[in-house]
């Protein structure tokens, strides 16, 4: 009777799943302009030098600051900003975002070249030794750190966070506005 049984399915998401982020971004260090960055590794390989080097509009290809901004912080979408020198991810994993429903934060995570999804340091630690063809790959070259998802952007019927008395707009902090994910 058992080898009849209907088998049983898993409701889990797929292993990779999708990123909450759709649109990267990096402020101009001169001009404080916005511009879109055309991938997630053009954004890491930016990010990961914000300290030595900052971004300029003119690190894109006929772009000044006398240009328009590509995009604007405002609250026609949530924007989370990312700290500045997180290393780049290690070639052939993946770095993957997730907001929350109630946009409290981002959950970081990664894909490994297999498709398997790892939350902490170390899960990815494991895999690595399982998995010696990675070799030269450390658990400390993955950062889970998340970007901080900023409230004044974050949708009205969502709600914010914190009491009644604290609704004031908050500005990105110096460290923070360097470079954005949204």
Known sequence: MDSQRTPRTSSKKPQTGTSSIDLYA?????????RVINSEEEFEEIRSKMSEEPFYCNK??????????DIEYNSTRTWAIDKPDLQKTPEGFKRHLVLRKDYSKLDAYYITPKGKKVRTRNEIAAFLKENPIYEGISASDFDFASPKVMEDTIPEIVG????????????PLKDEEETGSV
């Open 26 to 34: 990096a402020q101009c260090d001169e001009c404080h302009k916005w």
């Open 60 to 69: 894109k290809p006929g772009v000044s600051c006398d240009d328009p901004a």
């Open 160 to 171: 914010k966070k914190g009491s009644g008395s604290s609704h004031k707009k908050k500005r």
